[in-house]
């Protein structure tokens, strides 16, 4: 199949590379300097030009705290991005496939989210996310959203790559204990996308709308960074685990209020036969990989 992917160059779009490019299907994969997806114009030549048979959108604003101040931009990439991508895949008859956020969710929950949940985002970030999805809803009739959460890798910005530098740099810590989610690897994310593109390739089609894909086990930010810790002392990544103390959201203050508490429910993609992301494990080759880069080699 051919395939159009948006956002090449993030987290989940280096890692959709490496697993479409060892499928067997045909890979067009654009940057944000190629293609932005908030140009309506850039949008429908890039899809004519390469006549995919699916959309993958891995494309997003993601500088959670800094939409707060930068809200037009968000919009123009988390909504109105996605809805070009959703109107140029409509008027080509092929179905999108668009990742979305845990951060849709109030965080007032006291059990994992379903899908079907109401949504109450808390920021700029979840809320133009959400306009995202409903867009896409309004215009695509076959499309899925896949909302992930807390998503590292090798590649880009992220919690697993910040705790390593601060890690190096300081003796002692204070990380976030408050607030609970599933870390996601963004390869497993990847692998799942490829697997429904497989199914779509084989059946011509796949339990469209909304579904939830994330790690397997809660933890806060103060659980993750131990474990980060841990397992990079065990690598030789560190020299010594910094002294880790653990604080409220309340003695942290971000721009953008996130979500208490933001398990999500994978059970749809489990019934589709999708495990969600085995996040330690993950975790255990993402260091690995990143030994070379961080032991300075
Ligand atoms: N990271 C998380 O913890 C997390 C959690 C929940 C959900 N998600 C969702 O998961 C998906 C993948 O996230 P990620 O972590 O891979 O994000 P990421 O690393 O920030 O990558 C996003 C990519 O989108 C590109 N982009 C931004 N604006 C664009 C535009 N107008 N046109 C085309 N490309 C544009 C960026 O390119 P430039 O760098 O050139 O701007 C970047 O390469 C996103 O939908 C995100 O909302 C992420």
């Known amino acids: 199949?051919?395939?159009?992917?948006?956002?090449?160059?993030?987290?989940?779009?280096?890692?959709?590379?490496?697993?479409?490019?060892?499928?067997?299907?045909?890979?067009?994969a654009f940057g944000?300097?190629?293609?932005?997806?908030?140009?309506?114009?850039?949008?429908?030549?890039?899809?004519?030009?390469?006549?995919?048979?699916?959309?993958?959108?891995?494309?997003?604003?993601?500088?959670?705290?800094?939409?707060?101040?930068?809200q037009a931009k968000a919009y123009a990439v988390n909504e109105q991005g996605v809805a070009n991508l959703a109107k140029s895949a409509q008027a080509l008859g092929i179905p999108v496939i668009h990742v979305s956020t845990d951060y849709v969710f109030d965080g007032f929950s006291v059990e994992p989210y379903k899908p079907s949940d109401i949504t109450a985002p808390q920021g700029v970030y979840?809320?133009?996310?959400?306009?995202?999805?409903?867009?896409l809803a309004s215009i695509c009739t076959r499309y899925i959203v896949l909302r992930t959460a807390w998503v590292f890798s090798e590649y880009g910005n992220n919690f697993v790559k910040t705790m390593l530098r601060l890690g190096q740099e300081r003796d002692a810590l204070s990380v976030v204990s408050d607030q609970y989610g599933c870390p996601t690897y963004a390869g497993d994310?990847?692998?799942?996308?490829?697997?429904?593109?497989?199914?779509?390739?084989?059946?011509?089609?796949?339990?469209?709308?909304?579904?939830?894909?994330?790690?397997?086990?809660?933890?806060?930010?103060h659980g993750f960074a131990r474990t980060i810790f841990a397992k990079a002392y065990e690598r030789g990544l560190l020299s010594k685990v910094p002294?880790?103390?653990?604080?409220?959201?309340?003695q942290y203050p971000t721009p953008a209020k996130r979500p208490e508490y933001s398990v999500l429910n994978t059970s749809t993609l489990e019934a589709l036969s999708l495990r969600p992301s085995m996040w330690l494990f993950?975790?255990?080759?993402?260091?690995?990989?990143?030994?070379?880069?961080?032991s300075g080699e």
């Open 1 to 28: 199949m051919r395939i159009l992917l948006t956002g090449k160059n993030g987290q989940l779009g280096c890692c959709l590379q490496e697993v479409i490019s060892s499928s067997t299907h045909t890979l067009f």
């Open 32 to 70: 944000s300097d190629e293609l932005d997806i908030s140009d309506a114009d850039q949008v429908a030549s890039s899809v004519a030009k390469v006549q995919p048979d699916i959309i993958v959108n891995a494309a997003a604003y993601t500088a959670v705290d800094k939409a707060e101040q930068d």
């Open 126 to 135: 979840g809320a133009s996310k959400l306009a995202g999805e409903q867009a």
């Open 189 to 221: 994310l990847a692998q799942s996308i490829v697997c429904l593109c497989d199914h779509y390739q084989a059946t011509k089609e796949l339990a469209w709308g909304i579904h939830h894909y994330s790690g397997d086990m809660p933890t806060s930010w």
């Open 243 to 250: 002294k880790l103390t653990a604080i409220s959201s309340e």
């Open 282 to 294: 993950s975790l255990d080759k993402v260091l690995d990989t990143l030994s070379a880069e961080f």
